[in-house]
């Protein structure tokens, strides 16, 4: 199959990698002409696992290739994919459709003969509709099929995420666009992993569905955990306890500072308004959004609180400031909430993180940069553990608390026990919900 990706962000870029390993001929293509001359000489703009050694296997065998014109790669293409951002709009929690809807109208004007137009964007119902307006108002002779294949994949982990998915939802309305999809997916087909065929709508209100209800099983914890500092219950045997019910499940129990990143946020938002605009509030969704921001503003209470009432001119170590582990994304982190509420406490706030400098620091004015956990310590008056890396999970906690003016930690990932702490030297431990 021949396939034209639109946009080699997180998703466009591992989906065009991964998609050519499968055999398929991939052109990727975006706007931005410095992204496309760091992925034709080679390099990946993103930090994101295993991703460059795939590029490097494909382009070198001849499937993968980078380009700014969008009309070379969509002519004699068998499935174009739309894989542009969809940020929140400014102003009133809409999915902005901008790059999607512009995509369209290039695509529209660029297709040479028969084409799926598949949106792999997070797009409110209704929009695959308006990108099959948006391509035949462009070219009215054109024949096309529109599909909806909403994307899962985690970033940190993606190539894993999207080579073995829990499963891969493809809206179609045609026996046409239906065969075509099968067959770009056919390896995953062939080992079994399951493919949902489904409607247009249903497959635009999957994804949705999907990242609420996961933000709102993160939020749930995260209200427990509150709950459990109160009454003297550990968070962490109790998401054991209830995780280990089959109807439940242990995945994302984990209580934290709130969820962050670049779906959540704005995908939990554009569902609210989707509710409003059909009459039928998400009250469920509305009220996750509304406690995530309280879970935020809790973290920073509890920094403040460890640190005898006040951070005003206390020097405090942030280790970590990306969403989660293993990416290089900032988009809607906590960090992004928690250290200009101490910046404005009056803090000094010194700040390391393995990938996160480089969006990190025009994200996060008025911080110091540090090379690793020690040195962002060292006359530190507290340590905050804000992104659960891995290098911030074997710590030599004796030798973190010596380089400290007065050892305390805010784990806020609950890596660390009060004990082993405690018996490094630290005065003061505060985790999350226990
Ligand atoms: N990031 C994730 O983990 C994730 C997971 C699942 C779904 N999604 C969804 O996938 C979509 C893309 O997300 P992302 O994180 O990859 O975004 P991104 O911002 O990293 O990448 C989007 C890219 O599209 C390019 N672009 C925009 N308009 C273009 C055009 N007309 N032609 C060519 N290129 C164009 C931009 O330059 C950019 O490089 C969003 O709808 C998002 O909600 C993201």
Partial sequence: MKIAMIGTGYVGLVSGVCFSDFGHDVICVDKDPGKIDRLRAGEVPIFEPGLQDLMAKNVAAGRLSFTLDLAEAVAGADAVFIAVGTPTRRGDGHADLTYVMAAAAEIGAALTGYAVVVTKSTVPVGTNRKVAEAVAAANPAATFDVASNPEFLREGAAIDDFMRPDRVVVGVESDRAKKVMSDIYRPLF???????????????????????????????????????????????????????????????????????????????????????????????????????EEVKARMVEKIVDLCGGTVNGKTVAILGVTFKPNTDDMRDAPSLTIVPALVGNGARVRVTDPEGQREGEALLPGVTWCENAYQASQGADIVVILTEWNEFRALDLAKLAGKMATPRMADLRNIYNRDDVAAAGFTAYAGVGR
Avoid: W
């Avoid at 009454?231 to 109790?238: E, F, L, N, R, S």
């Avoid at 089959?246 to 670049?262: D, E, T």
């Fill in 190 to 292: 062939l080992r079994e992993f399951p493919i949902v065929f489904t409607g247009l709508e249903s497959a635009e209100m999957i994804k949705y569905a999907a990242n609420a209800f996961l933000a709102t099983k993160i939020t749930f914890i995260n209200e427990i955990a509150a709950l459990c500092e109160r009454v003297g219950a550990d968070i962490k045997a109790v998401s054991k306890g209830i995780g280990l019910d089959g109807r439940i499940g242990n995945k994302f129990l984990h209580a934290g500072p709130g969820y962050g990143g670049s779906c959540f946020p704005k995908d939990t938002k554009a569902l609210a308004r989707i509710g409003q605009d059909h009459a039928v509030p998400m009250q469920i969704t509305e009220t996750v959004i509304r406690v995530n």
